[in-house]
Nanobody, 120 residues
Framework: QVQLVESGGGSVQAGGSLRLSCAAS????????MGWFRQAPGKDREFVAT?????YYADSVKGRFTISLDPAKNTVYLQMNSLKPEDTGVYYC????????????????WGQGTQVTVSS
C-alpha cells in the first residue's frame, strides 16, 4: 500500500509563494506518476499538475507553478509562485500509473490534503 504525506501548506498574501512537498512511502509501477489536485470550498476537485518523465500543468497554473520529482527521496514538490486568491483550497498529492492523467478517478492513491489560503 502506498501512503502519501503532504506538507508545506499555509496562508499567504496574493503574489506570494508556497512550496508543497509530498513523500511517498514507496514507489511502484502503479504509483510512479505523481501529481497534485486541489479542491476549493463548494467545488469539485481540480487537476493542478502531474509528472513522470516531464511535467504537465493545468492552464490555470501554467507559468506560476512548478512540479518536480526527487526519485531518490520518493518525493514530489509543488512550487507555487504569484499566488492568487482563487488558488485557495485543499491541495492533495496523488499517485497513479497513467501519464498524462487529469481526472481524479485515474489516480489510485491520495494524501490527506494540506490547506493553502491566499488572501487578497
Amino acid at each position: 500500500q502506498v501512503q502519501l504525506v503532504e506538507s508545506g501548506g499555509g496562508s499567504v498574501q496574493a503574489g506570494g509563494s508556497l512550496r508543497l512537498s509530498c513523500a511517498a512511502s514507496v514507489r511502484t509501477s502503479t504509483s510512479d506518476v505523481m501529481g497534485w489536485f486541489r479542491q476549493a470550498p463548494g467545488k469539485d476537485r481540480e487537476f493542478v499538475a502531474t509528472i513522470k518523465w516531464s511535467p504537465y500543468y493545468a492552464d490555470s497554473v501554467k507559468g506560476r507553478f512548478t512540479i518536480s520529482l526527487d526519485p531518490a527521496k520518493n518525493t514530489v514538490y509543488l512550487q507555487m509562485n504569484s499566488l492568487k486568491p482563487e488558488d485557495t483550497g485543499v491541495y492533495y498529492c496523488v499517485a497513479g500509473r497513467t501519464f498524462i492523467a487529469t481526472r481524479a478517478d485515474e489516480y489510485d492513491y491520495w494524501g490527506q490534503g494540506t490547506q493553502v489560503t491566499v488572501s487578497s
